[in-house]
């Protein structure tokens, strides 16, 4: 059964500092995989979606990266801002059917 | 505006009772998904549907009953079945099954009196 590990659970980093999140999957064999931003109390926005024959995708300061072969993936935030402050979560599509599976979540706090 | 809207935003449900969480959206998607977030913990797929008329349990269904009678609108039956229904839920909708982004609601956090 596949699943999804996101490290670190927390982070907190001064203002203008680059980052990388982390997520690693069990199962290589996925559709696509995305990540996401929860605000605290609200829904998922969408930051980035990798089809599984993509190394890479880029969204202004945020570049998402997949190494399917060894079941990981990698969330770069360039000069963070205390707006980027939130939980950010990593799922795997694995087939047609379009579930996802998500991991537990990284909670970032970037201080000013 | 284009969107999907989840209501109510908060609702208390009291012992043996069955309550209905609302989702609707206006993206023309065909898929609809209901998840469960847990504090600190993942989203947990409860109920998905590709096709009006049509859906499919997830990884948690037990105590949980939907409906697909239009494409617009997936509601979710928390019945009293449930047994621990505290919990944020989470509608999202795709355009087709395996397709490209999920779009999220704003969510329904559901407590117990």
């Known amino acids: 059964k596949q699943e999804v590990t996101q490290i670190p659970a927390a982070l907190s980093v001064p203002e203008g500092e680059n980052l990388v999140l982390n997520c690693s999957f069990t199962d290589s064999a996925i559709y696509n995989l995305q990540w996401f931003r929860q605000d605290p109390g609200k829904g998922l926005t969408s930051l980035l979606l990798?089809?599984?024959?993509?190394r890479e995708q880029t969204s202004g300061r945020l570049n998402a990266s997949l190494d399917k072969s060894s079941g990981r993936s990698t969330l770069y935030i360039a000069a963070s801002q205390p707006g980027d402050s939130a939980t950010y979560l990593c799922?795997?599509?694995?087939?047609?059917?379009?579930?996802?599976?998500f991991g537990k979540g990284t909670k970032l706090s970037v201080k000013p | 505006d284009g969107g999907i809207t989840q209501s109510p935003k908060y609702l208390f449900r009291k012992e043996g009772q069955n309550v209905t969480l609302s989702c609707e959206q206006n993206l023309n998607h065909d898929a609809m998904y209901w998840y469960r977030q847990d504090p600190g913990q993942g989203l947990r797929l409860i109920y998905y549907s590709h096709i009006v008329n049509d859906f499919q349990k997830g990884d948690i269904a037990e105590g949980y009953s939907v409906s697909r009678e239009k494409k617009e609108s997936f509601p979710l039956t928390v019945t009293s079945a449930q047994k621990n229904p505290t919990a944020f839920y989470l509608c999202?909708?795709?355009?087709?099954?395996?397709?490209?982004?999920?779009?999220f609601g704003p969510g329904t956090r559901l407590l117990v009196l």
């Open positions: 990798i089809q599984s024959s993509q």
């Open positions: 999202a909708s795709m355009k087709g099954q395996g397709e490209g982004t999920q779009y």
């Open positions: 799922a795997v599509n694995e087939g047609s059917q379009g579930n996802l599976i």
